[in-house]
């Protein structure tokens, strides 16, 4: 990508929003011409559109879109992340990568407050979720929508990932994922 795109990013994508934050939301990975562009998680590709749009209505964004870094995009008690930091080959993470970058995504949950929310966005981020705290996947399974109680006093909240594959077949549509966002929401400033 690097040779193709000299001019893009090309370098693993750090979490954006604030450090202290009591949501995080954890995607997949980079996409190509996103934030593996940008530099900015979902930054620049589809499923960032309607993740920025659903942020700024619930008052955890400045504004309704991310255009790039340097555009004055603030997040407010919100962190955006990935399971896995750099763009995988053919835009889909091997177990490898997932496992190999799992480190970095434990060390972010544990700097989270205790209280905090995570939203994971899809299975893969899911799984990542548990496996950096160490939880058994069958205790915890994925379902869009469902809320996990974790030991330390934190929460998971499932939502399909908000990718174009995902919103055009209406497995997920704007009023679920705002509805997955705001219950994450709720239950972090509760």
Do not use: W
């Not at 939203?119 to 160490?134: D, E, N, P, T």
């Amino acid at each position: 990508m690097r040779i193709v795109h000299p001019d893009y990013h090309n370098a693993p994508v750090a979490p954006f929003g604030d450090a202290a934050a009591r949501l995080l939301i954890v995607g997949l990975a980079p996409g190509a011409h996103g934030a593996n562009a940008s530099g900015r998680p979902f930054t620049g590709d589809y499923a960032g559109i309607l993740l920025y749009e659903s942020l700024f209505k619930l008052g955890l964004a400045s504004r309704p879109e991310s255009r790039g870094r340097g555009d004055g995009l603030a997040l407010r008690n919100c962190r955006i992340s990935n399971a896995v930091k750099c763009l995988p080959p053919g835009n889909k993470p091997t177990t490898a990568e997932i496992d190999t970058c799992n480190t970095y995504i434990a060390s972010e949950l544990q700097s989270l407050p205790l209280e905090a929310v995570i939203l994971a966005l899809g299975a893969i981020a899911h799984r990542a979720v548990l496996r950096a705290f160490g939880l058994a996947l069958n205790v915890y399974p994925f379902g869009h929508g469902r809320v996990h109680q974790l030991p330390a006093g934190r929460t998971l909240v499932d939502s399909y990932h908000c990718s174009r594959y995902n919103t055009q077949t209406r497995r997920l549509t704007p009023a679920m994922f705002e509805a997955a966002l705001a219950s994450a929401k709720g239950l972090a400033f509760r």
